[in-house]
């Protein structure tokens, strides 16, 4: 008896396991206006495919910390610092759909 273990090969361990979603809208199908179409929500507690690299000062990290302490100890909510980050994302970039030219974002980046 062979004590070789048999695995499965890269093309079953690396397909698709939901559909492939339609390029385009079907003819028939208006796409959904501003109003009608539902705010984005961050991803919050799942396991995540991409990853980004965000390099922050001390300071930021310290604030960002603490905020995470924060909440913790006055909301009752335990949160890792990369929740919070994609909270803070999902609220700017909100206002920033909602708003344009008259966001924080913009007014933010604009007072250099």
Same mark, same amino acid.
């Given at each position: 008896m062979s004590r070789r273990v048999s695995l499965p090969a890269a093309d079953d361990l690396f397909r698709p396991t939901a559909p492939a979603?339609?390029?385009?809208?079907?003819? !028939?199908?208006?796409p959904?206006?501003?109003?009608?179409?539902?705010?984005?929500?961050?991803?919050?507690?799942?396991?995540?495919?991409?990853?980004?690299t965000v390099y922050v000062t001390s300071d930021e990290l310290l604030d960002l910390e603490h905020a995470r302490l924060v909440l913790r100890r006055?909301?009752?909510?335990?949160?890792?610092?990369?929740?919070?980050?994609?909270? !803070?994302? !999902?609220?700017?970039?909100a206002d920033f759909e !909602?708003?344009?030219?008259?966001?924080?974002?913009?007014r933010r980046l604009t007072e250099e």
């Open positions: 979603p339609p390029d385009e809208p079907r003819a !028939a199908e208006e959904p206006t501003e109003q009608q179409r539902e705010p984005k929500k961050p991803s919050g507690r799942v396991r995540h495919d991409e990853k980004m006055s909301h009752g909510l335990a949160v890792d610092r990369g929740r919070l980050v994609r909270e !803070a994302i !999902a609220m700017v970039l !909602a708003h344009g030219d008259d966001s924080a974002l913009v």
